[in-house]
């Protein structure tokens, strides 16, 4: 019933920041945990990091912490990703994704997927 749509990617040096953001339209969006997946070339799809319903727990893939936030703005049915210190590494498509439970569970699979953005980042 709802479209996610990701926005905010682009071609970065390393360093650099970016901030990516998912767009849930659709009513009870703080009923939801959001994620945050990525998936580079010929790798598999990694979760990054997802928030609860209420913006009060936030997880986070050992690979990013530190550096990235996860944060939602329930009003505006969005839910965003502060990427900082971006390294080469990051380079990936990243995918918004709602989970059908409150709070995130570590192994659960995301309910729905946005269509992805990609990040790009050099050296």
């Known amino acids: 019933q709802a479209q996610l749509v990701e926005s905010g990617g682009g071609l970065v040096e390393a360093g650099a920041s970016l901030r990516l953001s998912c767009v849930a339209p659709?009513?009870?969006?703080?009923?939801?945990?959001m994620g945050w997946f990525r998936q580079a070339p010929g790798k598999e799809r990694d979760f990054v990091a997802a928030?609860?319903?209420?913006?009060?727990?936030?997880y986070y893939d050992d690979s990013v912490k530190g550096r990235f936030t996860i944060s939602r703005d329930n009003a505006k049915s969005t839910v965003y990703l502060q990427m900082n210190s971006l390294k080469p590494e990051d380079t990936a498509v990243y995918y918004c994704a709602k989970f059908i439970t409150r709070d995130y569970y570590s192994g659960y699979l995301p309910s729905s997927w946005g269509q992805g953005t990609q990040v790009t980042v050099s050296s």
């Open positions: 928030i609860s319903g209420s913006g009060g727990n936030t």
């Open positions: 659709g009513g009870t969006f703080g009923a939801y945990a």
